[in-house]
């Protein structure tokens, strides 16, 4: 079994920043990758940011720029870094960490955590 914690969300202003963190524990398989995604009401859930275990990171067009992935060595917890934040980043910002077994994909998620950028 897999639990994932996430903790960060809020509400700020635009422009601010704010930081979220994800854990990741229980029966894991050490070549993994770790991301965070975010889903707006009534929209699909879209990839914000991924990185692997060996450090290769990815970002939506949308967060290049203002959204930094980071990951600990050694254990699988990562952070998003979001500065200049703008209202549409508004969203659910959910954690996921994915790798491949010998017959299937293993996925899970977090509960997600609320991220509102209002003036």
């Known amino acids: 079994q897999v639990h994932i914690v996430e903790t960060g969300g809020g509400l700020v202003q635009p422009g601010d920043s704010l930081r979220l963190s994800c854990s990741a524990s229980?029966?894991?398989?050490?070549?993994?990758?770790m991301g965070w995604h975010r889903q707006v009401p009534g929209q699909m859930r879209e990839l914000v940011a991924g990185?692997?275990?060996?450090?290769?990171?990815k970002y939506s067009d949308s967060v290049k720029g203002r959204f930094t992935i980071s990951r600990e060595n050694g254990n699988n917890t990562i952070y998003l870094q979001m500065d200049r934040l703008e209202p549409e980043d508004t969203a659910v910002y959910f954690c996921?960490?994915?790798?491949?077994?010998?017959?299937?994909?293993?996925?899970?998620w977090g509960l997600g955590t609320q991220v509102t950028v209002s003036s």
């Open positions: 990185i692997t275990k060996k450090g290769t990171t």
């Open positions: 229980g029966v894991i398989a050490d070549n993994n990758a």
């Open positions: 996921n960490i994915v790798w491949q077994g010998s017959d299937q994909v293993y996925t899970y």
